[in-house]
């Protein structure tokens, strides 16, 4: 794993950005430092799955709705609002 790298907003980013693996309450900020440790290369997203206990599909839904609504859509308060636009479908 790489020291530091430049990340989206061009500062560097080093392990100490990322939050501690014993983080228990994930606010935005700490979602999106792990998002954007995985987007340039800091950490693997395999590496962030198993350090902060992570499902690939909740990090994958961190990542989407940093897409569509910015950091301010990984607000647990805002799930839901989001959430509602979305088509649900069931596997029979």
């Known amino acids: 794993m790489m020291d530091s790298v430049v990340d989206l907003a061009s500062r560097v980013m080093t392990e100490a950005d990322l939050p501690p693996p014993d983080t228990k309450r994930?606010?935005?900020r700490?979602?999106?430092e792990v998002v954007a440790g995985?987007?340039?290369?800091?950490?693997?997203?395999?590496?962030?799955c198993r350090r902060y206990t992570l499902s690939v599909?909740?990090?994958l839904s961190w990542q989407r709705l940093i897409d569509s609504h910015g950091v301010r859509?990984?607000?647990a308060t805002r799930l839901?609002?989001?959430r509602q636009g979305e088509?649900?479908?069931l596997a029979e």
């Open 26 to 28: 994930w606010v935005m």
């Open 30 to 32: 700490r979602k999106a």
């Open 38 to 48: 995985v987007r340039c290369g800091l950490i693997s997203l395999e590496e962030a």
């Open 57 to 59: 599909e909740e990090f």
């Open 73 to 75: 859509g990984l607000r």
């Open 80 to 82: 839901q609002d989001y």
């Open 87 to 89: 088509k649900v479908t």
